[in-house]
C-alpha cells in the first residue's frame, strides 16, 4: 500500500453510540478518533470540517499526516457498521482498500496494538459488517488490545464494560502512540507504520505497576 497518496484514505473507527458506551472497551476505536477530533480542533493546519454528523455516521475531512482523509464513526451500532461504511464509500467515490479501521482486539493485551492489511475478523461484528457490505476483507486494520475475560462465555459483557480509571490511563497513552503511528503511516508508508505501532509498549513510570496490575487490564 506505499504512502497512500493515490487515494484519500478512509479511517473508520468502530465503537457504539451514546454515552454510555463512551468508556467501554468495545469503543476503543471510538476513543482513538476521539483524540484525532481534538487534535484536529486545536490545529488550523489539521483542516478539520464537519460533512456529516447524524444519521447512519459522523464525518469528517481534516488533514492527517500531511494526507488529506476523511475519518467516520459509524452510528448505526457496531453490528452494522459496515452500512455505514458502503455508503460513504459510493458516496465519496473511495475504494474499500483504502479504509483504515481503527477497533478493539480481544487477542492483544491492553497496551499493545497492531496494524496488519487484511486477515480474519476474529468474531469482532463490526469487522464483519464491513466485509459483509464491501465485498472485501483487504483493509487494513489498527488492532487496540483489550485483552480477553478469564471465560469465553463473558467476551459479549466485558466488551461492553468500562475501562477501570488505571486501564483508561493505559488507554490514553495507547491513543497518543496510535495518532503517531497513523500520521506516520501516510507520511512515509505502511512498513515504517507497522514497525512502530507492532513495538508499542506502555511507557514505563513510577505508577505503570499499577496500572497493569488492574484485574482485567491484560484480559
Not at 115 to 143: M, Q, Y
Request: proline letters at 5%.
Amino acid at each position: 500500500m506505499g504512502t497512500l497518496m493515490d487515494s484519500t484514505p478512509l479511517i473508520v473507527a468502530l465503537g457504539n453510540p451514546g454515552p454510555q458506551y463512551e468508556r467501554t472497551r468495545h469503543n476503543f476505536g471510538f476513543l482513538v478518533a476521539q483524540a484525532m477530533l481534538e487534535q484536529a480542533a486545536s490545529r488550523k493546519s489539521m483542516a478539520l470540517k464537519t460533512l456529516q454528523s447524524g444519521g447512519d455516521y459522523e464525518l469528517y475531512s481534516l488533514v492527517f499526516g500531511g494526507k488529506a482523509c476523511l475519518l467516520t464513526r459509524p452510528l448505526t451500532y457496531m453490528n452494522l457498521s459496515g452500512k455505514a461504511v458502503a455508503r460513504i464509500l459510493g458516496k465519496h467515490g473511495a475504494s474499500a482498500t483504502d479504509i483504515v479501521v481503527l477497533h478493539d482486539e480481544l487477542d492483544l493485551p491492553l497496551g499493545r496494538m497492531k496494524l496488519k492489511r487484511a486477515g480474519g475478523s476474529n468474531g469482532h461484528r463490526g469487522i464483519e459488517s464491513i466485509v459483509e457490505h464491501t465485498g472485501t476483507g483487504d483493509f487494513l486494520r489498527l488492532r487496540l488490545g483489550i485483552g480477553r475475560p478469564q471465560y469465553a462465555g463473558e467476551v459479549a459483557k466485558y466488551v461492553l464494560e468500562e475501562f477501570t480509571p488505571a486501564e483508561f490511563a493505559v488507554v490514553d497513552d495507547v491513543r497518543q502512540a496510535a495518532l503517531k503511528g497513523l500520521a506516520l503511516l501516510f507520511r512515509r508508508g505502511l512498513n515504517d507504520a507497522v514497525q512502530m505501532l507492532n513495538a508499542f509498549r506502555v511507557p514505563e513510570g513510577p505508577d505503570q505497576s499499577e496500572k497493569m496490575d488492574t484485574p482485567g487490564a491484560l484480559g
